[in-house]
């Protein structure tokens, strides 16, 4: 009989994606019972002076990349905790999970703008006598940070993750599916309908998916009776716009501009209407 060791684990990565307060860490260490929690604040502390040393953040990421590499290799579950605000670190934790054929979850925890804030404001604002880093963060990068969360977010399934899933949304929706009492920086930017990401499904019909994917896959369109999926019958390619948004105003009041070039800023989106 041949010797093949059978991987019946398929190893798994959750990246958080969140501001610095969001409460990530807090996140983090309930994903999944037994996952192995890799957080850039940990791998600081042990890198370098304490978990603010920012000094010590290219030390901690190759100490954290490395035992991300070990546990994924094993099949376990990684979670890495880091606030996953840049592309280009996202981008390198995609490499990571597709390098062991991993299946990769962005997780993203974004609450109110002024709840991260308090959230942060409670931490210590002295700055460390090893190192000088407070572990408060300054509001403007808490500021910068929840608002590169609030645009990054929609595109994410189209980044590549394998699946975009929010804190605190499942729990929120009501049996119409509509989330009731969440964040309006969830609700502004996004719903999730049927898994997909669809960022607005207005009164007359309009939706918005975002991502240019590939469209028998993940074109929807919403009424409010159904949500239709796939190869759905109301939809005439012919009326699908592939653009680019502009979002205005952030909040619940947003605003979308439409572009036929990609720009700054602008993510790509398929529009249509119902
Ligand atoms: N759901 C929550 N409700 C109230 N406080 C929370 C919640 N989640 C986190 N916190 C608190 O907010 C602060 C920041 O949380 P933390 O998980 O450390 O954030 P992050 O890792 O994103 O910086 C902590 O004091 C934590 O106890
Ligand atoms: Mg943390
Ligand atoms: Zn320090």
Known sequence: MAKHALHTTVPELFALVGPPGAGKSTVAARVRPGAVVISLDAERGVAGCCPADQAATPAAVARATERARAALRAGATVVWDATNTVAEHRRLLLELAAA??????ALVVLPELATVLARNARR???????????????????????????????ALTAEGWDRVEWDGLSQRRDTSGTYRDAPASMVAVMSVQHGLHVSHAGDDGEMLVLGHPPLERAVAAFTAEEALIGDCPLLDPAALRRCWALLDRPGPDWEVTYIDTPAPGAFPVTITTV
């Open 100 to 105: 062991h054929g991993a299946r990769a979850t």
């Open 124 to 154: 210590d604002a002295t700055p460390c006598p090893g190192c000088g880093w407070p572990r408060r963060v300054p509001d403007g990068v808490v500021r910068r940070a929840h608002a590169a969360v609030t645009l990054a977010a929609p």
